[in-house]
């Protein structure tokens, strides 16, 4: 889904995964409450594995997305964050999640998966009662996972239209593919923060 958007840039986050955090939520602050209620004295031993599975589920469900922008597209994944810009990119496909391709290397998307068989099912159905062929469907054909009723689709249209504007308007410099550098950093802090958790968690229920 899209999260936000202004002239330059638009946010997406996949639906289905931030639904899947808000579950495991619920599901963690039903357990923590039960346990502390049933014995308070266990409050530690039950919060601290609480906490470390709902950080996780921050940031493997919930903060993964990708930004679309002037400059390129950035991903932001469970423990990288990449920035591949326009001149690098030479295709974007849709198999199993979005992914972009460069020159010897690809970046996927963790936020904009492919849809299992049965959304692949529902989103041909949704596609045969008027969905518009999708950007980079060949002949008017497309798969599934391009059909812009599922996330990995709309992700991907996304970025071939931003993509073929910048081409098609001369303002992006082709065969320089090879030559632009592709950013990626390592994000340390969130990691850091679960195994830290995962840590303390392990102490105490071992104390016990």
């Known amino acids: 889904m899209v999260e936000s958007s202004d002239a330059e840039s638009v946010e997406f986050h996949s639906r289905f995964n931030r639904v899947l955090a808000v579950v495991v939520w619920v599901l963690i602050a039903f357990v923590v409450v039960s346990t502390i209620v049933g014995d308070a004295a266990n409050t530690l031993q039950a919060l601290l594995p609480g906490l470390c599975i709902a950080v996780v589920a921050w940031i493997v469900l919930w903060r993964p997305h990708l930004v679309v922008a002037e400059d390129g597209v950035t991903l932001v994944n469970v423990l990288r964050r990449q920035t591949v810009p326009w001149a690098a990119l030479i295709n974007v496909d849709t198999k199993f999640a979005l992914t972009l391709f460069t020159p010897g290397a690809k970046y996927v998307a963790w936020a904009a998966p492919a849809p299992g068989r049965t959304g692949a099912a529902v989103a041909k159905r949704q596609s045969r009662s ?3 062929a999708p950007r980079g469907a060949v002949g008017g054909q497309a798969r599934p996972s391009d059909l812009l009723s599922t996330e990995s689709g709309a992700a991907a249209d996304m970025v071939r239209e931003r993509w073929y504007d910048l081409r098609d308007s001369g303002r992006l ?24 958790l995962a840590v303390a968690a392990g102490v105490v229920l071992s104390s016990h």
């Open 130 to 132: 008027g969905n518009v």
């Open 173 to 196: 410099e082709v065969g320089r593919a090879d030559e632009a550098r592709v950013v990626t950093s390592v994000l340390w802090l969130p990691a850091a923060i679960a195994v830290v």
